[in-house]
C-alpha cells in the first residue's frame, strides 16, 4: 500500500491477473480443511483422510463456484492427493474462468508429519500425479509447496521450470518464503504467487507482500483471518465490524483486501453459510482511520507480549 493510494481506489480492486492472463476475484478458497470430519477442531486435524460425509464437501466446492469463487487452491499432500481428486469430482470439467492452484514438495509419511521433499524427479513426478487426479493437461499454478534445504533451491524450481516448457505448468508459484528466496527463484522462472501464512496478527511478512506488490506478483495469504484477543466480541476487529455493518471475519478479510492490491485470501471452510461471509468481504468499505486502526493491532499485540514476558 502506498501513502497516496485512497481507500475508493483499493475497494475498487476485486480481481487481480496471476501471472498476467488469469484473472480472478480476489478472494478465493482453500481446500486444506475440506479432509477429515467436519467437527474435528482445526488445531487437531491432521488432512490425512477424506472428508465425512463426502457429499457435504462436493456441496461446499460447488457452491464456492456457483457464488462466483475463481480460484480454487488445494496440495498433493491433503488427504494424499485426495483434496485434488474431490475437487475434480465436484468441478470437472471446470468452467473457463476457473483457476484450479495446487503444490507439490511436501511428503506425508504418517498423519502428523509433514516433511519437505524438493528432489526434482519427485515434484516432476507428484505433478504427473497431480495432472491425473485433477482431469487436466496442464495445471494453471503449481507452487512449491515448501523449500527443501536439502536440495538447492535452483533445482527445485528448475523442475517446475521444466514443467512449465513441456506445457503441463502454466504458472509456477512458492510458499512459505522469504524475499531473499523469491529473488533466487526469480533468477530461474517467472514466479506468478506466493503463499504465505499472513494475517492482522502475524505480519511477519510485510517485507514480502510489498516486494510481491512491486513486482505484480499474487500474493496468496493462508489462515488469512486471525484468532486471539483482537478477535474478541470487545476486541477492535468486532469494534470497526460494527461500524461498518460487517460480520469480524469480513472485516478482517477487507483489511487484507486494503492491504494491497495483489493480495488474494484463500480462506478455507466446511460451511456454506461461512462461504458467503467469507466472500461478502469484497463489499466491505473501509475508510483510512478503521484501516490504520486495524493495521495496528499487531504492534499493539507485539507490545503486549513484551510487557507479559517482562513480568
Known sequence: ?????????????????????????????????????????????????????????????????????????????????????????????????????????????????????????????????????????????????RIDPGVPLADQIGALKQLQDEGKVRHIGLSEVTVGELEQALEIAPIATVQNWYNLAARRHDEVVDFTAERGIAFLPFFPIATGGHAGADGPVAEVAREVGATPAQTALAWLLHRSPNILPIPGTTSGKHLAENLGALAVGLTDEQYARLDGIAAAEAAASEASASE
Open 1 to 145: 500500500m502506498t501513502n497516496t493510494e485512497t481507500s475508493t481506489d483499493r475497494i475498487d480492486r476485486q480481481t487481480f491477473a496471476i501471472g498476467g492472463d488469469l484473472t480472478v476475484r480476489r478472494i478465493g478458497y482453500g481446500t486444506m480443511r475440506l479432509a477429515d470430519t467436519p467437527d474435528i477442531k482445526p488445531a487437531d486435524a491432521v488432512i490425512w483422510h477424506a472428508p465425512t460425509p463426502r457429499s457435504a464437501a462436493l456441496d461446499v466446492l460447488r457452491a464456492a463456484v456457483g457464488n462466483g469463487v475463481q480460484l480454487i487452491d488445494t496440495a498433493d499432500s491433503y488427504a494424499l492427493g485426495g483434496g485434488e481428486e474431490l475437487i475434480a469430482e465436484a468441478l470437472h470439467p471446470y468452467a473457463e474462468d476457473v483457476v484450479v492452484a495446487t503444490k507439490v514438495g511436501v511428503t506425508r509419511p504418517s498423519p502428523t508429519e509433514w516433511v519437505p521433499l524438493g528432489h526434482p524427479a519427485y515434484l516432476r513426478q507428484q505433478a504427473e500425479l497431480s495432472l491425473r487426479r485433477l482431469r487436466v493437461e496442464r495445471i494453471d499454478l503449481l507452487q512449491l509447496h
